[in-house]
């Protein structure tokens, strides 16, 4: 069975490590050097009964891996390998009463979950399901006077949430229901002027994680000389576009 494995080569092997690696792969035009197939058939048996997934064999169960496993097969053009329509009603069930999703039906609105269910939705062409003005509006409110978004009511603002929030927006087409340049401000003000880098909120440790989602959010805010990003892969948009992936939603 082809997938990959985490930080060591003995680690079991994970279906968030293996969108990973074929997300690396397709940005410079290798996706040649894997056998999709084979990639394939082992995020197949991931799905469960209900249309979820699970991470690895240990059988944790979240919204994420239902993400990982839509685009891992869309990148590689399998999709067909899963039952797509389970997957979506999955995550219909974890959609909440405030228009979010949380990680399995029942748990709480968090705006990392929303953006995995809606990029899996977009894949898989289920946004039908989305009331994208409730869920707009949830988005909205993360935003806090620093300019800064967090990830759920009552916590501090995270330029990580620059990404996870705004890609939501745009797969909505609601930017524009936020103050962009208020969040551009707070993105900024969270570099490392001797260092660089960016860290989670300013005169913090920098590191890639906050670099790359802050980038990636000013990437969908149209500043700077970024390229454009795509809102659901996380990825380049010519990346995207050379791949043929349908644009099943709407960007602003």
């Not at 997934?53 to 993400?67: A, N, P, Q």
């Not at 603002?157 to 340049?181: F, H, M, R």
Request: charged letters at 20%; proline letters at 3%; one cysteine or more.
């Amino acid at each position: 069975m082809v997938a990959f494995w985490g930080k060591y080569w003995y680690t079991t092997l994970h279906l968030l490590y293996t969108l990973s690696a074929v997300q690396i792969l397709v940005i410079f035009n290798e996706e040649h050097r894997i056998d999709a197939d084979q990639i394939a058939d082992y995020v197949k048996s991931l799905q469960q009964e209900d249309g979820s997934f699970v991470g690895d064999e240990w059988g944790e169960k979240d919204t994420r891996f239902s993400y990982c496993a839509l685009n891992c097969l869309a990148l590689l053009g399998k999709l067909d390998k899963i039952d797509v329509k389970a997957a979506v009603e999955f995550v219909c069930k974890c959609r909440n009463f405030d228009g979010g999703f949380g990680c399995v039906p029942g748990s709480e609105s968090h705006a990392g979950q929303i953006f995995c269910c809606v990029g899996a939705l977009a894949i898989a062409e289920g946004l039908e399901h989305v009331d994208s003005d409730l869920l707009g509006w949830w988005l909205a409110e993360r935003q806090l006077p620093t300019g800064g978004l967090n990830g759920r009511p009552e916590k501090k603002q995270d330029v990580c949430y620059s990404w996870w929030v705004l890609s939501a927006l745009s797969i909505l087409g609601k930017i524009p229901w936020i103050d962009t340049n208020d969040l551009s401000r707070y993105i900024l003000s969270c570099q490392d002027p001797v260092g660089g880098g960016i860290s989670d909120r300013p005169e913090n440790m920098t590191d890639v994680f906050h670099t790359f989602f802050g980038f990636a959010g000013l990437s969908l805010l149209g500043q700077g000389e970024f390229l454009e990003v795509d809102p659901v892969y996380a990825l380049p948009k010519f990346v995207v576009d050379r791949l043929g992936l349908k644009r099943a939603y709407t960007v602003k």
